[in-house]
């Protein structure tokens, strides 16, 4: 009988064993599927106000007055009214940001790229200028606007050289702008029809891209005529300015305290040489100009920010990264 009880009670002893293994095994598993899907790591969009009207403004253009709210959209047709400083757009433009830098484009006549600095990888850009227009140009909890574009192009837009003057987008038949979020990148797609500079009309399609966990963005450019003087360009803030070619790509950069904050901030475009015909000063940037072509052109450009999560700090570990990177377009002929 003593027997026949010891066997009962090894068989529960087995069988409860057994099951908190197979527990176990459940949770593990659940564990593991949360472990295995990834935070999302891009983020684009494009907002506007809602709740006003368009009313003569101070400035003597159109503003938008007594929005109460702001509203992403997909795509957008930037209205007519729209210029700068119309408090229409929720900081001015588009914006797309990754986990460790984020950028916006003025989407307006001054047609400029700026550096949204971020101390966190997290995405931020959806609580940008939610609490104030201007709130994003002092320290948040997030980091801050940290570029001052002033006059020039900021970082890796768009402008037409023309009797050494940077013509930037004043006279557009229209723009219009398309937001994508995949799970791979973010991408902001700008259509300008009709940009008039010069003796010259053309439309140019611009395509902005980020992917996770590096500080560029792929600009592809496309214009629909074959017209010279077309630039990028990082904004001339006085500080270091470095230049460096290797076969086939080459680069130039700037590296110091060029940030609102003041504080270190390195700023680079990497170019195809065999789409560009010179690299020059310009009045207010360091200018690189592409040869005529009716064909998609591809450059790369990004910031690094001291105050970034796992930042680079000093110039010589920010020459030393865009060495890396330089190699490795030559390698790969993409990044």
């Known amino acids: 009988m003593k027997t026949v009880k010891y066997i009962i009670i090894v068989f529960m002893f087995i069988s409860i064993l057994a099951c908190k293994n197979e527990e176990t095994k459940a949770v593990s598993e659940q564990v593991a599927k ?14 506007i106000a809602e709740g006003g009207k368009w009313i003569d403004g101070e ?10 709210s702001f509203k992403n959209v997909n795509q ?3 209205p007519d009214n729209h210029t700068d400083h119309t408090w ?20 307006d006549w001054r047609n400029a790229i700026d550096i949204f600095g971020k101390t966190t990888d997290n995405m931020v850009l959806s609580q940008v200028g939610q609490d104030g227009f201007d709130s994003y140009h002092e320290t948040q909890s997030w980091g801050q606007d940290i570029l001052k ?4 192009l900021g970082i890796g837009s768009i402008g037409r050289l023309v009797d050494n003057n940077v013509l930037h987008f004043k006279e557009v038949d229209n723009t219009h702008a398309t937001i994508k979020n995949t799970e791979s990148n973010s991408t902001v797609t700008i259509q300008y029809k009709g940009w008039k500079t010069g003796k010259d009309k053309i439309d140019l399609k611009s395509t902005l891209s980020i992917a996770p966990d590096q500080r560029y963005t ?34 130039i950069a700037t590296y110091g305290k060029q940030t609102l904050v003041p504080d270190n901030l390195g ?14 000063k310009g009045a207010y940037d360091y200018l690189i100009e592409f040869k005529p072509t009716t064909k998609p052109i591809v450059f790369y450009f ?32 993409k990044l």
């Open 34 to 47: 949360k472990e295995v899907k990834s935070p999302v790591k891009t983020y684009a969009e494009i907002s």
């Open 59 to 68: 400035r003597g253009h159109k503003e938008y007055n007594g929005g109460t």
């Open 76 to 78: 957008l047709q930037v």
């Open 88 to 107: 229409y757009l929720r900081y001015e433009g588009p914006g797309w940001e990754n986990n460790k830098i984020g950028y916006r484009l003025y989407l």
């Open 149 to 152: 574009v002033g006059k020039g």
């Open 218 to 251: 792929k600009h592809t450019i496309q214009p629909s005529k074959a017209i010279n003087g077309i630039v990028t360009g990082i904004v001339n803030h006085g500080v270091n300015f470095i230049q460096k070619e290797n076969k086939k790509w080459a680069y």
């Open 267 to 280: 700023m680079a475009i990497f170019y195809k040489l065999e789409t560009t015909t010179e690299v020059k």
């Open 302 to 333: 990004l910031g690094a920010w001291e105050q970034e999560v796992d930042g680079i700090k000093t110039e010589k570990a920010f020459i030393t990264y865009l060495n890396e990177k330089l190699a490795e377009l030559n390698n790969n002929d």
